[in-house]
Structures are given as C-alpha cells and as structure tokens.
C-alpha cells in the first residue's frame, strides 16, 4: 500500500479539530455554543483513535476522512437546528444620550455554518438618526479625499460587566462633509461567532456565550478600549 507522505500528511492533518467540552449555558444563544463546544470535543476524540506516522497510508486518511466528514454534517445539522430556536430573540441594549441617534431593539435572526468549523449567529437592529449629521472623514489630507462614513460603535459585556469586544459597523459611505438629515434610518446587520477550530477559539467561545448586553458607544471610547487591546 502507498505511503502518505510527508507534505501530504501534513496539509491532511490540517482539518483534525481540536475541543473543550459541552454544557455551555447562554442567555440569548441557546444550545449553539454548546453544541460547538461538543463539536470541538468530538473531533479530538476522533483524531486521537488514529495514529498518524510516517506508516499511515492513504488508505488510513481516507477512513479518518469519511469518520470527519460525518462529524462535521451531524454537527452543522444539529447546531443550525438549535439556532432556529433562538430566532427573534432580543438582546438587551444601551446607548447613551449624548449620541446623535435612536437604536432599536437587536433582535437575533438565525444562525449559518460559515465554514465548516465556524458558525454565525446573527441579529439586526435599526438606527435613527436624531439631528442632522456632518460626515467627517478618518483620515484627512490636502492631496487626496478619503471616503467619509457613519459608523456605529459598540462594545459587548458579559454578566459581570467586563468587555468581550469591541467592534464598529459601517453604515453609509460618502464625501467629507455631506450631511445626512434627522430622521435617516439605517439598517444593521451583525454577527457573533462561534468556532471550533483550536483552543483560543474555545476560550472565544465562553465569553461569546456569556454576552449579556451590546453597549454604543462613541468613537473616542472606541479608540480608548482599542488601545488597550
């Protein structure tokens, strides 16, 4: 039987998963995190019953690749399943009223396999511009004009307070100096994700999973909290 060789067994071993465990609770994403989490598990136990050494044959990988991609369908099956569960559910919010605009509700709006370890939940919100709006580019220069946008900011906390991350949504793109009216209304689009790909992901995961409120923020926080990344 053929040998696999070295530089095939290599980019082969690739796709083994590696884990932590299951029983993750969440307050808005129900069993997915879990469920990932279990995914993750899985394919470690699956890769620690082969032994992969320079007498694996092709023969060998073909088997754990049939065992993988069984996991893999079985697993995108019952997670994508437990995000239609969670649909419509609404996460709480924040935003200060210094900031120019009215937020609606994020409510979430399913949940997709984004490759094949990685999924996404996602959820939607409505912003409302509540005085007229002067874009003002990020970057400024006498020879060449840079895009302007409006750009929301917001920061996820988990049940204790502490930041999970911060991020930014571009929501309109224009000149330096447009203005955009009171009463402009805009549609966001975001996602959470949840892989299953090493053990940082898995340490990504329980705080994902802990969300407990999405805080907007200004673009001054916003920097702060990013320089101290």
Do not use: H, W
């Amino acid at each position: 039987m053929k040998k696999l060789s070295v530089g095939l067994f290599v980019v082969a071993s690739m796709v083994v998963f590696v884990s932590c465990g299951g029983g993750v609770k969440s307050k808005y994403f129900g069993e997915v995190p879990g469920l990932v989490k279990e995914f993750y598990e899985e394919g470690e136990a699956l890769s620690a019953k082969y032994s992969f050494d320079e007498k694996t044959t092709m023969k060998d990988l073909e088997k754990y690749m049939v065992q993988v991609d069984k996991l893999k369908s079985e697993y995108e099956q019952k997670i994508l399943s437990a995000g239609e569960k969670i649909v419509g559910t609404e996460i709480a919010y924040s935003a200060p009223e210094s900031l120019p605009y009215e937020i609606s509700v994020p409510k979430i709006t399913g949940v997709d396999a984004f490759s094949s370890t990685q999924f996404r939940v996602m959820y939607e919100l409505k912003m409302k511009l509540d005085k007229d709006t002067v874009l003002v580019s990020e970057y400024q220069s006498k020879y060449t004009k840079f895009p302007a946008y409006l750009t929301l900011y917001y920061k996820l906390l988990d049940n204790a307070g502490n930041v999970i991350d911060i991020d930014k949504s571009s929501l309109y793109s224009g000149k330096d100096g447009d203005v955009l009216p009171a009463g402009s209304e805009y549609s966001v689009e975001e996602a959470i994700y949840f892989s299953a790909e090493d053990e940082e992901d898995m340490v990504r995961l329980e705080k994902n999973a802990n969300l407990e409120k999405i805080v907007f923020i200004d673009l001054q926080e916003y920097e702060e909290l990013k320089d101290k990344k």
